[in-house]
Protein backbone atom coordinates (compact mmCIF):
# COMPACT_ATOMS: atom_id res chain seq x y z
CA UNK A 1 0.00 0.00 0.00
CA UNK A 2 0.81 3.71 -0.63
CA UNK A 3 -0.71 6.45 1.25
CA UNK A 4 0.17 9.78 -0.43
CA UNK A 5 -0.84 13.51 1.01
CA UNK A 6 -0.53 16.65 -0.66
CA UNK A 7 0.15 20.10 0.51
CA UNK A 8 1.12 23.60 -0.92
CA UNK A 9 -2.28 24.54 -2.58
CA UNK A 10 -3.60 28.44 -2.45
CA UNK A 11 -4.83 31.19 -3.34
CA UNK A 12 -2.88 33.31 -6.21
CA UNK A 13 -3.12 35.87 -8.98
CA UNK A 14 -2.64 35.07 -12.48
CA UNK A 15 0.85 35.63 -13.08
CA UNK A 16 2.38 33.77 -9.55
CA UNK A 17 3.44 30.79 -8.56
CA UNK A 18 3.25 27.62 -6.34
CA UNK A 19 5.15 24.92 -5.43
CA UNK A 20 2.87 21.49 -4.73
CA UNK A 21 4.23 18.87 -2.35
CA UNK A 22 3.48 15.04 -1.83
CA UNK A 23 4.42 13.32 0.43
CA UNK A 24 4.35 9.25 0.15
CA UNK A 25 4.78 6.30 2.41
CA UNK A 26 4.69 2.35 2.27
CA UNK A 27 6.18 0.32 0.08
CA UNK A 28 7.64 2.78 -3.00
CA UNK A 29 10.42 2.37 -5.44
CA UNK A 30 12.38 3.09 -8.13
CA UNK A 31 9.82 1.06 -10.58
CA UNK A 32 6.70 3.39 -9.55
CA UNK A 33 5.79 6.36 -11.57
CA UNK A 34 4.57 9.35 -9.69
CA UNK A 35 2.22 12.44 -11.16
CA UNK A 36 0.03 15.27 -10.56
CA UNK A 37 -3.35 15.73 -11.79
CA UNK A 38 -5.96 18.36 -11.36
CA UNK A 39 -9.83 18.46 -11.59
CA UNK A 40 -12.30 21.58 -12.04
CA UNK A 41 -15.46 22.00 -11.04
CA UNK A 42 -17.52 20.36 -13.33
CA UNK A 43 -14.69 18.84 -15.47
CA UNK A 44 -13.13 15.43 -15.36
CA UNK A 45 -9.67 14.85 -13.84
CA UNK A 46 -6.98 15.51 -16.22
CA UNK A 47 -2.98 14.84 -16.58
CA UNK A 48 -0.82 17.67 -15.69
CA UNK A 49 2.56 16.19 -15.76
CA UNK A 50 3.85 12.55 -14.19
CA UNK A 51 7.39 11.41 -13.75
CA UNK A 52 9.04 8.37 -12.85
CA UNK A 53 9.90 7.81 -8.81
CA UNK A 54 13.63 7.73 -9.25
CA UNK A 55 13.29 11.23 -11.10
CA UNK A 56 13.62 10.23 -14.72
CA UNK A 57 11.48 10.28 -17.93
CA UNK A 58 9.07 13.47 -17.13
CA UNK A 59 5.95 14.01 -19.32
CA UNK A 60 3.63 16.80 -18.90
CA UNK A 61 0.40 18.17 -20.81
CA UNK A 62 0.25 20.63 -23.33
CA UNK A 63 -1.20 23.05 -20.92
CA UNK A 64 1.46 23.03 -18.86
CA UNK A 65 4.46 22.73 -20.66
CA UNK A 66 7.36 25.83 -20.15
CA UNK A 67 5.62 26.79 -16.86
CA UNK A 68 5.13 23.71 -14.60
CA UNK A 69 8.46 21.53 -13.47
CA UNK A 70 7.97 18.32 -11.96
CA UNK A 71 10.48 16.73 -9.82
CA UNK A 72 11.46 13.96 -7.08
CA UNK A 73 13.31 13.65 -3.89
CA UNK A 74 13.51 9.60 -3.89
CA UNK A 75 15.22 9.68 -0.40
CA UNK A 76 12.79 11.98 1.24
CA UNK A 77 9.50 10.23 -1.11
CA UNK A 78 8.33 13.58 -2.25
CA UNK A 79 7.33 14.31 -5.34
CA UNK A 80 7.21 18.27 -6.24
CA UNK A 81 5.13 20.01 -8.62
CA UNK A 82 6.94 24.14 -9.51
CA UNK A 83 3.45 26.67 -11.22
CA UNK A 84 4.98 29.13 -12.36
CA UNK A 85 2.96 31.77 -14.50
CA UNK A 86 0.10 30.49 -13.66
CA UNK A 87 -3.18 31.38 -15.21
CA UNK A 88 -7.26 31.02 -14.13
CA UNK A 89 -7.84 27.56 -15.95
CA UNK A 90 -4.98 25.93 -13.90
CA UNK A 91 -7.70 26.82 -10.78
CA UNK A 92 -8.37 23.26 -9.63
CA UNK A 93 -8.12 20.26 -7.10
CA UNK A 94 -4.63 19.00 -7.41
CA UNK A 95 -3.73 15.19 -6.73
CA UNK A 96 -0.92 13.27 -6.01
CA UNK A 97 -0.81 9.83 -7.54
CA UNK A 98 1.26 6.99 -8.01
CA UNK A 99 1.32 3.32 -9.60
CA UNK A 100 3.51 0.92 -10.79
CA UNK A 101 4.23 1.18 -14.61
CA UNK A 102 6.29 0.37 -17.38
CA UNK A 103 5.76 3.80 -18.77
CA UNK A 104 4.77 7.14 -17.12
CA UNK A 105 1.66 8.45 -18.80
CA UNK A 106 -0.48 11.21 -17.87
CA UNK A 107 -3.77 9.34 -18.04
CA UNK A 108 -5.28 9.20 -14.92
CA UNK A 109 -7.13 5.66 -15.43
CA UNK A 110 -3.39 4.18 -15.31
CA UNK A 111 -3.11 5.27 -11.46
CA UNK A 112 -4.37 3.42 -8.69
CA UNK A 113 -3.14 5.31 -5.54
CA UNK A 114 -4.36 8.60 -4.54
CA UNK A 115 -4.23 11.64 -2.38
CA UNK A 116 -6.89 13.77 -0.97
CA UNK A 117 -6.13 16.80 -3.14
CA UNK A 118 -4.51 20.28 -2.70
CA UNK A 119 -6.86 23.32 -3.74
CA UNK A 120 -5.47 25.97 -6.17
CA UNK A 121 -6.97 29.05 -7.48
CA UNK A 122 -5.58 31.23 -9.71
CA UNK A 123 -7.63 34.70 -9.54
CA UNK A 124 -7.38 37.64 -12.74
Known amino acids: QVQLVESGGGSVQAGGSLRLSCAAS????????MGWFRQAPGKEREGVAT????????AYADSVKGRFTISTDYGKKTLYLQMNSLKPEDTGMYYC?????????????????WGQGTQVTVSS
Open 97 to 113: AAERLSRCTVVAGDFGY
Open 51 to 58: IRFIGTSS
Open 26 to 33: GYIDFTYC
